[in-house]
């Protein structure tokens, strides 16, 4: 769920202006995965950028206040999100953790690195969301840790059904500042994208796994 329409259109605009977003549906990229894809998403990129990124940061904030009242600890994903779950902790003045993808192979053999305690309330904080499978993860990990996982925010969403069904199986409440339908919008309305590209893109969308650029 997107945070608000305005929102959804400033912050696809952004993205687009310094190029955390491309959109190259006739020289697709190739994901690790191994899927074609007409758009790439580095939202890294927003650290560089410092009034994008305190624009991020207050909206993710403001949110987090809005809806979950000051949980006792932001939590960022690794790698990705690390940058921007410190941001978003220093501007609610809260505590900051990261969670790996696994646990470490040696020292205390952490996932969750930083100090949490079972019981705290917690905010997770991601860049992206594809599939949701490393974002739950970190979810899980959080919980059995005995922690009270309040939801997550992040910056943008593919919108892949796979996600929201993710998700929805693990009862996680998810919200964006943008959208990918936003971020079509913004790049048509812009002309970044004609409307043969939309159609494109939208179709890869709808079936990212077997879509064909050709």
């Known amino acids: 769920m997107i945070f608000d329409k305005y929102t959804a259109k400033q912050t696809a605009k952004v993205l687009l202006q310094i190029n955390a977003i491309k959109l190259e549906p006739e020289t697709p ?11 790439y998403c580095d939202n890294r990129i927003v650290l560089s950028f410092p009034a994008i990124r305190n624009y ?47 646990a470490k ?31 739950l993860n970190a979810v899980k990990a959080l919980r059995e840790a005995n922690t009270n996982v309040k939801g997550m925010i992040a910056i943008f969403s593919y919108g892949f059904d796979i996600a929201n069904s993710n998700f929805e199986k693990e009862q996680v409440n998810l919200h964006t500042l943008s959208s990918y339908e936003s971020i079509l919008e913004e790049a048509l309305e812009t002309n970044y994208i004609t409307e043969k590209q939309q159609d494109t893109l939208s179709i890869w969308n709808e079936n990212p796994g077997q879509w064909n650029a050709i």
Not at 29 to 39: D, L
Not at 60 to 82: C, L, N, R, S
């Open 56 to 102: 991020i940061r207050e909206e993710m904030g403001k949110f987090i206040e809005q809806h979950y009242g000051k949980p006792d600890v932001i939590a960022g994903v690794a790698t990705g999100a690390i940058g921007i779950g410190i941001l978003v902790a220093e501007y609610l003045g809260l505590p900051f953790i990261y969670v790996r993808p696994e």
């Open 29 to 39: 990229f190739t994901w690790a995965s191994g899927w074609k894809s007409p758009i």
């Open 105 to 135: 192979k040696h020292g205390r053999q952490n996932q969750i690195e930083g100090f949490i305690e079972a019981g705290q309330n917690v905010v997770v904080v991601e860049d992206l969301i594809s599939t949701g499978k490393s974002s």
